[in-house]
């Protein structure tokens, strides 16, 4: 996972989505950071995860950003 994608990440029937911010620990266990939409920054335990699906990536968020800069004068 890369800091600043967002996923969406299933843990049970609950499906969370929001920028990835991080790992840390829980007591010895590890666990993901998921900052969602809402700012409500959530530690998920890694155990508990059954899916992550990708849905927005940085390198998709910056060629937006080219092509709304692209201005022609004459």
């Known amino acids: 996972m890369i800091e ?5 990440v299933t843990v049970g029937k ?5 920028r990835f911010k991080g ?5 010895s266990e590890s666990a993901l ?3 969602l ?4 920054t959530r530690f998920i335990p890694i155990a508990s ?3 992550i699906d990708l ?10 950003e080219k092509k709304s800069e692209q201005a022609y004068y004459g």
């Open 4 to 8: 600043g994608w967002a996923y969406a």
């Open 14 to 18: 609950d499906k969370m989505e929001g």
């Open 23 to 27: 790992y840390a620990m829980i007591g």
């Open 33 to 35: 950071v998921i900052r």
């Open 37 to 40: 939409s809402d700012g409500v």
């Open 49 to 51: 995860i059954k899916f």
């Open 55 to 64: 849905l927005r990536s940085c390198v998709e968020e910056k060629e937006e």
